[in-house]
């Protein structure tokens, strides 16, 4: 069975610019959560999907947005690009909600922001 | 303030010995621990999880103790080998709660295996 997948791997944007990532869950799976680790703040819990819903969210600010299709296919949002956004952006799938069951990682997309 | 903790920022161990990465918590309505592997650059790989209805769970090499009155679980790897240098991860979940499915991460403890 095919793992979750993220694309793009590498992307490089500037001040002010937005940007969208994309994450396929492992097929059958329903809920995807986004994660962001940096190196002072580690990893950080952004927001989970299930069935199309926003379910959870981190503290993070509202530039940091996302959506679910009815594939269960995720997409986040950055909006208006910070220096401080740089980052490893990771996606996790799970077959139901998240809590009290295991979320699969992909390989993440670096987001470098000049 | 970090509601997961790991205390051991590198641990050093020889191939074939034991090795033992620990981690605490401070929230009570965890209950879903898991630990995972990364390398540089790549996502997490799921290693082993425990529900806190357990006080063990083991899978091949690694086994997972919690011991819920100190709020600590430990993973072991037995034996050591050099392909498990990585950092390891220590996450855990309160799926009973209303914000439950967010997985609480701990800064991670850089493991080397000597050959």
């Known amino acids: 069975k095919a793992g979750v997948t993220q694309t793009p791997r590498y992307l490089i944007k500037t001040r002010g610019q937005q940007v969208t990532l994309s994450c396929s869950p492992i097929?059958?799976?329903?809920?995807v959560s986004w994660y962001q680790q940096t190196p002072g703040q580690g990893l950080q819990f952004l927001f989970e999907?299930?069935?199309?819903?926003?379910?959870n969210k981190g503290n993070f600010p509202g530039r940091f947005s996302g959506r679910q299709f009815s594939n269960s296919r995720s997409e986040m949002n950055v909006s208006t690009l910070e220096l401080g956004d740089s980052a490893l952006y990771l996606c996790?799938?799970?077959?139901?909600?998240?809590?009290?069951?295991?979320?699969?990682f992909g390989p993440g997309t670096r987001l470098t922001v000049l | 303030d970090q509601q997961v903790k790991q205390n051991s920022p590198s641990l050093s161990v020889q191939e074939g010995r034991i090795s033992i990465l620990n981690c605490d918590y401070t929230?009570?309505?965890?209950?879903?621990f898991l630990w995972y592997k990364k390398y540089p650059a790549e996502g997490p790989t799921f290693l082993i999880s425990?529900?806190?209805?357990?006080d063990k769970n083991e899978d091949g090499r690694f086994t997972v103790f919690l011991n819920k009155s100190a709020k600590h679980l430990s993973l072991h790897i037995v034996p050591s080998q050099p392909g498990d240098s990585a950092v390891y991860f220590c996450?855990?979940?309160?799926?009973?709660?209303?914000?439950?499915?967010?997985?609480?991460f701990g800064k991670g403890t850089t493991l080397s295996v000597s050959s």
């Open positions: 996790a799938s799970s077959l139901r909600l998240a809590g009290g069951d295991t979320q699969y």
């Open positions: 097929s059958g799976h329903r809920s």
């Open positions: 999907y299930f069935s199309e819903t926003q379910r």
């Open positions: 929230n009570s309505m965890f209950d879903y």
């Open positions: 425990i529900s806190s209805i357990k």
């Open positions: 996450a855990a979940s309160a799926a009973k709660s209303q914000a439950g499915t967010a997985l609480i």
